[in-house]
C-alpha cells in the first residue's frame, strides 16, 4: 500500500468512525461474583474450565461482555460475611458459591434477598438447612444442585437398581 493510499484509508476510516459507533448498540457487561474455598479446589473440583468453556459457547468473553469476579475463603470460614458484601456491592449480576458449604450459601442468602444465587454441589440438604423451600420450588433467590439430600438417596437408589437389573447394551455376561 502506498502512502497516499494509507492516508485516504485512515481519513476514510476517521469519517466513518463516529457513525459505527453510533450504529453499535451497547452490550451489558454482566459481572458474575464467584466465591469459593480456595482457588485450587475451584479448578480440581468444580469445573472452572468447563464454566468458561460453557460461557464462551453462549457467547460470553471474559473481558467483553462478561467480568468474573472471584473471592477465596483460603479456608477461613469468618471471611465469607465480608466477601459476600463485598460481591454484592460490587453489584453482581449472579453469585455462585462453590466449596464453601452451607456457611457460603446461608452468607450470600443473610447479604441479598434479590441477586440470584447458585449453589454448587452443596452437602447439605438445603431444605433441611432453611435455604430455600422445597427441592421443586426453591423460592426466593438460591437454585443449584446439591449431592445430599434425602430425597435423592431414594432416587438414586431406584435408578442403581434400574440400571444392574437391565443392563445396556455395553454390559456382557460374565
Same mark, same amino acid.
Not at 500500500?1 to 481519513?11: D, E, G
Not at 461474583?33 to 474455598?37: K, V
Not at 450459601?105 to 447479604?111: E, P, T
Not at 442403581?160 to 454390559?171: I, L, N, Y
Given at each position: 500500500?502506498?502512502? /497516499?493510499?494509507?492516508?485516504?484509508? /485512515?481519513?476514510l476510516s476517521l469519517l466513518v468512525a463516529p457513525y459505527a459507533?453510533?450504529?453499535?448498540?451497547? =452490550?451489558?457487561?454482566?459481572r458474575i +461474583?464467584?466465591?469459593? +474455598?480456595s482457588a485450587h479446589s475451584l479448578r480440581e473440583r468444580h469445573g472452572h474450565d468447563a464454566m468458561h468453556q460453557g460461557l464462551r459457547e453462549l457467547g460470553y468473553v471474559e473481558g467483553?461482555?462478561?467480568?468474573?469476579?472471584?473471592?477465596?475463603?483460603? +479456608?477461613? !470460614?469468618?471471611?465469607?460475611p465480608a466477601l459476600v458484601a463485598e460481591l454484592v456491592r460490587l453489584n453482581v449480576d449472579i453469585l455462585v458459591v462453590s466449596g464453601v458449604g452451607y456457611v457460603g !450459601?446461608?452468607?450470600? *442468602?443473610?447479604?441479598?434477598t =434479590?441477586?440470584?444465587?447458585v449453589m454448587v454441589s452443596l452437602a447439605t440438604d438445603p431444605v433441611e438447612a432453611g435455604l430455600v423451600e422445597s427441592l421443586a420450588?426453591?423460592?426466593?433467590?438460591?437454585? #443449584?444442585?446439591?449431592?445430599?439430600?434425602?430425597?435423592?438417596? #431414594? *432416587?438414586? /437408589?431406584?435408578l442403581?437398581?434400574?440400571?444392574?437389573?437391565?443392563? #445396556?447394551?455395553?454390559?456382557r455376561p460374565v
Open positions: 500500500m502506498t502512502a /497516499l493510499a494509507l492516508i485516504i484509508a /485512515l481519513s459507533v453510533e450504529a453499535q448498540q451497547p =452490550t451489558k457487561v454482566y +461474583g464467584i466465591l469459593a +474455598g467483553q461482555n462478561v467480568i468474573l469476579e472471584y473471592r477465596y475463603t483460603e +479456608g477461613n !470460614v469468618a471471611l465469607l !450459601v446461608l452468607a450470600a *442468602k443473610q447479604a441479598t =434479590t441477586i440470584p444465587i420450588r426453591p423460592g426466593g433467590n438460591i437454585t #443449584g444442585f446439591t449431592i445430599m439430600t434425602i430425597e435423592m438417596a #431414594g *432416587k438414586r /437408589l431406584e442403581f437398581k434400574e440400571a444392574v437389573a437391565h443392563p #445396556g447394551p455395553c454390559r
